[in-house]
């Protein structure tokens, strides 16, 4: 009920402190912290500011927030100054900008601090980390859970608040507030319970589903801040496909628009049930079209919970592919035309159909190559002779990059971890005899944890994007042979 509460309060006073401009308006400020409370307000400020800086210690967001409460509530009681809170804020301002700022590091505060007055305040309001791609946070045990919160509550709470919104501060903030709350609210009843382990038993089972909701909530957004929607269509599509190759193109591209828009709509709603609402919408839609197609939609779809049933069908590994004919490649004239971005959309899907174990990241470098090809080439003055020179390049370049990628993941998913490594070991001996032990072990190591972290489902997009690069043809090496080759 409080999570309740706190959402409908949020849906007319955007949340902050700190996120936006409204935080230097003062009657915003004061409305949401006479409607929440000291106590609430300090709760929201701690999970708002964590989101925001989720690269920041626990001692600078611990700084940030008494800051902050202290100024709402000097400025906000009856009879206090209207300059109060303008001529605080600008403190806090000025105090972000100096040397020793015991606020949360960002290497854009110093571009802000050229500016004066509220162009500042609004340059540092912002200013916000990217998201922690792989979530930190790691749940104790309950003994370990209860005993560090018999030992300081406040303090416990203090800490949980900041370690979960900084590891899951792409997942929408009415989801996040939810998930908070009823965590910190099992933990203070468990704790006290003549029975505590039937007690955490039963508060995590009713907890599940909106558990689930911010692990899968933080992904898809995560995802969507990092590729944007129509790439993040792209990328739900390639998903569909490795896992329903049989499926057509027809058959899975309204689903993947329709998952981007979901995102689209809820990753920034302040709306209670967004989420939760759109993506049990669209996990409907996507049983309703695959389920009689692939047993094991059918599998993931049974029962009436569809968060699970989503987070079942985000985890399905890639189904192996079929034996199809050679992916029809699209003409110039196509891609040039005013449906060039589907036909290039259609010709990758085929791809990623005949090769279902290759990672998501390298589709979307594909198809942010793609993008960047049609860009250059459709306004050249000759397209069809730049396009046949990229395709040209992509011809030799592109099979033996895909079939490298697709057999690295296969390998992954079906061997257990010592014998991929073994595997591994032994294909770099053999294509790098003169290797030495130090290198091979680097090597192996390296492309290990590529694996481990980016073959599953889910795998990290900006981590995993960094790290495909695809080495440049031949005729885009330096005389001599020298870098980039």
Known sequence: APARAEAQILLTNPPLPALTGEAYLRDKVCQQFKSLGKENFRTLTIVTNSRKYSNATFE??????QEIVSLAETCCADGADPSCYDAGSSALSAKSCGGDSPFPFHPGTAGCCTHEGLEQKLCLAALRHPPQELPRYVQPSNEELCQAFKKDPKDFADRFLYEYASSYSQAPLPVLLASTKTFLSMVSTCCISPMPTACFLKEKLERKTLSLLTLMSNRACSRFAAYGKDKVSFSFLTSLAQKTPGASFEDLFPLAEDAAEVFSQCCDSLAEDCMQKKLSEHTAKVCGALSAR??????????????????????????????????????????CGEQGARRAQRYLFELARRHT??????????????????????????????LDSKRQQMG??????????????????????????????????QAMPEAGTELLGRLVEQRANFASTCCPPNSPPLYCSSKVRPRPPKTLCHAGGRPPC
Request: proline share 8%; glycine share 4%; with cysteine.
């Open 294 to 335: 692939d047993q094991r939609f059918a599998d993931c779809c049974q029962g009436g919970n569809l968060m699970q049933n989503y987070f079942c069908i985000s985890a399905l590994p890639p189904a192996p592919a079929l034996q199809l004919p050679e992916a029809p490649k699209p003409t110039n004239e196509e891609l």
């Open 396 to 429: 030799e370049q592109l099979p033996p990059f895909l079939e490298k990628a697709n057999q690295l993941c296969w390998q992954y998913t079906q061997l257990n971890f010592l014998d991929f490594k073994k595997r591994l070991r032994e294909g770099l001996t």
């Open 60 to 65: 600078e967001i611990s700084h940030l927030v």
């Open 357 to 386: 174990g290759t990672v998501d990241a390298v589709f979307g470098t594909l198809y942010d190559t793609s993008r960047r090809v049609r860009e250059e080439c459709c306004s050249a003055k000759d397209p069809s002779a730049c």
